[in-house]
């Protein structure tokens, strides 16, 4: 079957065609995503004007796309964005995808501010969860830190896209005693790698052959390691009362109550995302 014409319905009738090997949901899905992403076209829009004509580099788009999604790659870094607590998120390779569990991170942290003026988040990725909170509070200053270069362009360019102003830096957690910090935080926030190696067995290949390891594995024998490092870092670049916001792996919600406590911090709370597992953690300094 080849494409008749460049009408989206005709696109959309090839692309149904070609991806057979995946279930209907997935490919209305995937077809949405690609619609809204580059041509902002709704499904509402798609069903009204089903004679909207694109053009041949966006015909050639979705040709391409067929080619990925066959291979697995993430509907995400084939569209080059996603969505994330209402803003338009840029990604590709070298960044860890952002997930709707991490907005239940940052909608804590969003409405506990009151007197906030520093946000520091730890492993920002794309720059997601800083960018997000900086959309909804204008006058608190955010600042992401990452190990991964990549990740920083990444951030700084999402920066510029939505005109927010945060500050990325190169900062490696698990050293953090080598990089001298110049203001205290009234908040840090992290979502770390925390996916034991052991896990890789069960997980799906879009992630798998994908996304950044850097972003995702922790050591089967040290599965806290991200967590130690920044509890340790926060209890001396936290101001007094300061608060800590971490995502956590499902199976690891009491060891890490349990570290923090030992640690110093006081007023531990976990918390289950939207699927009903336990998900992130908030802690204070006491
Ligand atoms: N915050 C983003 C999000 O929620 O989508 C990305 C989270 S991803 C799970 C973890 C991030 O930690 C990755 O961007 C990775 O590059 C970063 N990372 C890994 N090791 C690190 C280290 N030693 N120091 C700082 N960041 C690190
Ligand atoms: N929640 C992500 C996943 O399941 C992992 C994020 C992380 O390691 N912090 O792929």
Request: with cysteine.
């Amino acid at each position: 079957m080849k494409v008749p014409d460049n009408k989206i319905s005709s696109v959309k009738s090839y692309f149904f065609e070609s991806l057979k090997s995946f279930s209907l949901d997935e490919v209305n899905n995937y077809f949405s995503f690609l619609c809204d992403a580059w041509l902002d076209l709704s499904k509402a829009d798609l069903l009204l004007n089903p004679d909207v004509e694109i053009s041949e580099s966006e015909l050639l788009k979705f040709l391409y796309a067929i080619k990925d999604l066959k291979k697995n790659r993430p509907i995400q870094y084939i569209a080059g964005k996603t969505w994330f607590y209402g803003i338009e998120v840029y990604v590709k390779e070298g960044v860890l995808i952002p997930r709707p569990e991490t907005e239940e991170l940052v909608q804590w942290v969003i409405s506990d501010c009151k007197y906030e003026k520093q946000i520091l988040d730890i492993g920002t990725g794309s720059g997601c969860i800083p960018l997000a909170i900086k959309n909804s509070l204008r006058d608190i200053h955010l600042t992401g830190y990452d190990v991964s270069k990549d990740a920083i362009e990444i951030a700084r360019k999402n920066a510029g896209l939505l005109n927010l102003e945060v500050n990325f830096n190169e900062f490696d957690i698990l050293n953090w005693r080598l990089f001298p910090q110049e203001n205290k935080f009234d908040t840090i926030v992290s979502n770390p790698p925390y996916i034991p190696e052991f896990d890789k067995k069960i997980m799906h290949k879009n992630v798998l052959n994908y996304e950044p390891k850097l972003a995702l594995f922790v050591p089967d024998n040290d599965p806290l390691v991200f967590y130690k490092a920044i509890a340790d870092f926060s209890l001396i670049n936290l101001n007094e009362q300061g608060k800590l916001y971490l995502e956590i792996h499902e199976s690891y919600g009491r060891e890490v109550v349990q570290m923090l406590t030992q640690v110093g911090y006081g007023n531990i709370e976990l918390r289950k995302d939207l699927q009903g597992k336990d998900r992130m953690i908030k802690a204070s300094l006491i």
